[in-house]
């Protein structure tokens, strides 16, 4: 039996950085990557086939789409004192199969989100010193509760406003007259699904904003002065690129959201940033002591 020790300074932080190759960082990520990528299909395999109803056993996975459907796309609309029936089609023959596997997709995501969140931080703690890593903790709870908010924000409202305001766009082009499909239920499925996994990311933007100023990653003055310009600009195209409103509404109202909320978060980060500085200024001590014992079979 061979003990490996592990030393760090007397004061909690880390050792002075030594370089590891590229090549073992890597490996590393593929490592991690590899593991998130099970977990996801686990995830999926075990959330897909539990029962909604017992009694003739109706899966979530076929439960799931159909719920999402029925409670994103209006069943009617009324345009100018006309009420029109949404429709919708399917053109592919295979849509239904395409679909459940866009379902079980998109479960384990969200079933596999605490593994995620562990595997990065895993990947990330070495670098970190203990007050970071205690916040990186505490942090990572935020980014699940984040990504879920995301999701359920897209379903309940990014999702249908964006969708009534499409078709009554249609309605508006078209006179009313000879609407009567509105869009294949295979792409419209997977519209929901990238649009509520995107808004999902995009609600946690201000939070990788507020973490990489807070640990000096971007210097805070990539916000002063009029570089602010450059944050609304870059929110707009966010706001874009998750709603599928082509009127413009949508655009506007989640890309000032993000913006205002990467502005506080900045804001938030540069004084965390400041405060982290303080502490680096204390040098560790050269008296060094054990602090873990790991133990490796020869």
């Known amino acids: 039996m061979t003990t490996l020790r592990r030393e760090l300074p007397e004061d909690g932080n880390p050792p002075h950085d030594t370089e590891r190759p590229i090549m073992d960082h890597i490996i590393e990520l593929s490592i991690r990557l590899k593991r998130i990528f099970i977990a996801i299909i686990i995830s999926a395999g075990i959330l897909s086939f539990i029962p909604v109803d017992f009694k003739y056993y109706i899966p979530l996975i076929s439960y799931f789409p159909n719920y999402v459907i029925q409670h994103v796309i209006p069943q009617t609309v009324t345009w100018k004192g006309h009420t029109y029936t949404v429709y919708i089609a399917q053109y592919n023959p295979f849509a239904g199969f395409n679909i459940l596997i866009k379902s079980a ?35 990572s709870i935020v980014a699940i509760g984040l990504f879920l908010t995301g999701i359920i924000i897209a ?16 309605i508006a082009v078209t006179g009313g007259n000879k609407l009567i499909s509105f869009t294949d239920v295979e792409q419209l499925f997977s519209t929901i699904v990238l649009i509520s996994i995107a808004t999902g990311i995009a609600l946690e933007t201000p939070l990788i904003v507020y973490l ?64 982290n500085k303080q502490l680096r200024k204390v040098r560790p001590k050269k008296v060094l002591k054990p602090v873990e014992t790991l133990n490796k079979v020869n």
């Open 105 to 139: 997709l998109l479960l384990g995501l969200l079933g596999a989100s605490p593994v995620i969140a562990k595997e990065i931080y895993e990947y990330v703690e070495p670098a970190l010193y203990p007050h970071e890593k205690a916040k990186l903790k505490k942090l």
């Open 212 to 275: 990489l100023v807070s640990f000096g990653v971007i210097d805070e003055k990539w916000f002063q002065g009029d570089n602010w310009k450059y944050v609304l600009f870059g929110s707009m195209i966010l706001g874009a690129a998750i709603s599928p409103d082509p009127s413009g509404i949508g655009m506007l109202v989640i890309g000032t959201v993000m913006f205002l909320s990467i502005m506080g978060a900045a804001k938030l980060g540069i004084k965390e940033q400041r405060k």
């Open 155 to 170: 379903f309940l409202v990014v999702l249908p406003v964006a969708f009534r305001i499409m078709i009554i766009t249609s």
